[in-house]
């Protein structure tokens, strides 16, 4: 790992880049940090738990440049692990948490080490437990890494009306023993899986934090097995450039690198793009009471958003503390890091949980002009990336429809109104028809289109499609907090039944529903984003956080596939359909209007008779023809027709005249399996089932 003489002979060093880099017969290691009084490098002899080590100071006259501290060791080579030990005041009610004997790991570290169980409980603040042995060897180490060797690759820029995204989990996709693959829940167990995808239809996958994170951080047990449970989401970041090693297939100790630059490119390779979910509101530091490895023992001040009393911190994140986003020095780490993914690990984009932080000031008040998100969608570098906003925070702020025009935003409002059409509420038929046209009130001003809406019904954090509706509550009991955790507004309804039921008249509607959901998804404007296993009626038994369980709640069971093959063709189908039809894909909204080279209106709305849509409170109908000659001026569609029955009875339709002159021919009828849809037979009137959706097309004869 090392050839280090004794001393280790060092130069000066450079002050950038900041981290760790291989540079000749050396490494060059350079930290930040403003306020520290000293500085030593820690170099580990071997890659045993219980490695040797050596420490160098770093002299402040021949080793710092204004706020850097840098130094280059000869003989160090990739492979090196380190951290560092930082000296300073210790006055909390000042801002100040140095600690001289705590291992410190560099922000900017592009690997951690993974041959120990993590235990930050022995590296709390001085108020915590005594530690029983050296610190040092409670914390993972950085790894020295050099990217030159990594596979050449870049990113596919896929346009945003043709992306399809997947939200998963790189361990739970392929940790269940029914995914049949070879290295189950690593990187290279998504390689393995890449031909479902294919076959699915998605173009990107946007993958919950594969940033380093502390899985054994989670305080509670189940109380039906008495296990420990764990930090299995992800979303308490430790260090901010480093793939998260135990997904890695090998014992990582730096492989990790390459194995995910792999499973970027492999997606590539089949036109799939890669989007991170990536957690900057916080850190897995927590409050006062939680671990010092990194930001705490650099700088605390100036990482961290503090009370009055700076011994406390601010926490619009609920996650017991809030990054300092908006501080000039912390802005630019944010930004070294996302240019970091994109330039050496190619990913297509990145989704910011809890973004509203993002644009907050150091007293946490929202900023008119965030300098943070106005720098990442101007930046050159990220200039062609994907930006996708989670817009709002744990502390209120709910800003869907203000982030600036490049970035695209989840939703919330287009899940909210779209499961309660679909249950059945009053006064939402207006609502499901603005979102089902790309939420044109959000999204509508200042030239932005329907494409800044990611479209969901479900993600990670919540019910499942199967579970939206089989439950009416939650059932977090399993998490050991006593069923107080999760989301208690969750808009779902069970038909009947709460949870599994044999009753076949109950399995038939929540069948239905699901395709409902599922069609509405893929026939609205925007774009879609489809949870992990939805598209075989995953389950995860009712419970809607399960944040803590790397279990079987959490891990996709594909024999799933098989079970519900009648549910899973018909999602295919959708996808499909959506592809197929750039009606359904467009850049602009519709106008209601008709534009140049267009017979008719691009859309207009209707009622079970034509021309005669009703928006009364007691309505749960809907209906639409979208003019097909109006999809894209050289890629013309035909005519499509939507209904959206949401009440609980039947209704006798007529059917409006297309706009190309032909005949209605059912495409599909979430109530009837595919194979009955008939192509052949035409149609003017139809009998359209309670909770269903129908959509038929029209081609010019």
């Known amino acids: ?12 060093g450079r002050p950038v880049p900041l981290g760790a880099r291989v540079e000749g017969n050396g ?27 050596i420490t160098v100071p770093l002299d402040p006259a021949r080793n710092r440049t204004g706020d850097i501290w840098h130094i280059w060791i000869e003989g160090a080579a990739e492979g090196q692990q380190y951290g560092y030990k930082i000296g300073g005041r210790y006055k909390p009610a000042e801002g100040h948490r140095f600690n001289p004997e705590r291992l410190i790991i560099d922000p900017y570290a592009r690997a951690l080490t993974d041959n120990f169980r993590w235990d930050l409980s022995k590296v709390r603040d001085l108020d915590g437990p005594a530690e029983i ?81 502390d899985e054994y951080d989670n305080i509670f047990h189940n109380p039906f097995t008495g296990e420990r449970l764990k ?25 990790q690198i390459i194995e995910f630059r792999e499973m970027v490119k492999a997606l590539h390779d089949e036109g799939i793009e890669v989007i991170l979910d990536v957690v900057f509101n916080h850190t897995g530091e927590g409050d006062e009471r939680g671990p010092v490895i990194s930001f705490k023992g650099i700088d605390n001040s100036i990482y961290y958003m503090l009370e009055e009393d700076k011994s406390r911190y601010k926490n619009f994140s609920g996650c017991g503390n809030t990054f300092n986003c908006n501080h000039p020095l912390v ?89 309660s059409f679909w249950r059945g509420d009053a006064d939402i038929a207006g609502r499901f028809a603005t979102r089902l046209c790309g939420s044109s009130d959000l999204y509508g001003m200042g030239g932005r289109g329907p494409c800044r809406s990611i479209n969901f019904i479900t993600c990670h954090d919540g019910f499942t499609l199967n579970d939206l509706v089989s439950y009416e509550k939650k059932h977090n009991e399993a998490n050991g907090e006593d069923n107080r955790d999760g989301e208690n507004h969750n808009i779902s309804r069970n038909y009947g039944a709460e949870g599994p039921t044999d009753d076949s008249q109950i399995n038939s509607i929540r069948l239905r529903q699901m395709k409902n959901f599922i069609a509405t998804l893929f026939l609205s404007q925007g774009i879609p984003m489809l ?13 809607n956080n399960t944040y803590c369980q790397d279990s079987e709640y959490s891990w996709l069971d594909w024999s799933g596939r098989e079970k519900a093959a009648e549910f899973f063709e018909f999602t295919q189908f959708m996808i499909r359909f959506r592809r197929e039809h750039p009606s359904l894909r467009k850049r602009d909204f519709f106008t209601g209007r008709i534009n140049p080279g267009c017979e008719a209106a691009d859309i207009s709305w209707h009622g079970p008779e034509p021309d005669k849509p009703d928006w009364s409170p007691e309505s749960r109908f809907v209906a639409l023809l979208v003019n097909g000659n109006c999809a894209v001026s050289d890629n013309p569609d035909s005519d499509i027709y939507m209904v959206f029955n949401a009440n609980d009875k039947p209704a006798d339709i007529a059917l409006p005249a297309s706009i190309c002159g032909g005949p209605w021919k059912l495409a599909f009828d979430t109530s009837k399996p595919l194979t009955l849809s008939d192509n052949h037979q035409s149609y003017s009137e139809y009998c359209i089932n309670a909770m269903t959706t129908s959509v038929f097309t029209a081609v010019k004869m």
């Not at 910011?352 to 000031?361: K, N, P, V, W």
């Open 331 to 419: 802005r630019e780490f944010i930004l070294d890091c996302l240019k970091y993914w994109v330039i050496e690990m190619k990913v297509d984009g990145f989704r910011f949980d809890l973004a509203s932080i993002l644009g907050r000031d150091i007293n946490g008040n929202i900023l008119s002009n965030p300098p943070l998100i106005e720098r990442i969608e101007d930046d050159p570098i990220l200039r062609n990336t994907k930006l996708i906003a989670e817009a709002w925070d744990a502390a209120g702020a709910y800003q869907v429809g203000k982030f600036p025009s490049r970035w695209q935003e989840w939703n919330g409002m287009y899940r909210d109104d779209v499961r």
């Open 231 to 255: 930090n299995y989401w992800g979303y308490n970041t430790i260090a901010f450039f480093a793939p998260k090693a135990t997904y890695s297939s090998t014992e990582a100790m730096g492989l």
């Open 133 to 213: 042995d050296d610190p040092v060897y409670h914390v993972p180490r950085a790894i020295v890494i050099d990217a030159s060797d990594l596979p050449d690759d870049r990113q596919l820029q896929l346009s945003p009306e043709e992306t399809i995204i997947y939200e998963m989990h790189v361990k739970g996709f392929t940790r269940h023993p029914s995914s049949g693959a070879e290295y189950p829940g690593t990187y290279r167990g998504v390689i393995e899986k890449i031909p479902y995808l294919k076959e699915l239809g998605v173009t990107a996958v946007e993958l919950l934090p594969v940033q380093e994170f």
């Open 1 to 12: 790992m090392t050839k280090l003489t004794f001393p280790p002979v060092s130069k000066p």
């Open 531 to 543: 949870l992990m296993g939805d598209e075989f009626m995953r389950t995860k038994r009712g419970n």
């Open 27 to 53: 490494v060059q290691f350079s930290l930040l940090s403003r306020n520290a009084d000293s500085v030593s490098l820690v170099l580990f002899l071997e890659k045993t738990p219980k490695s040797e080590y």
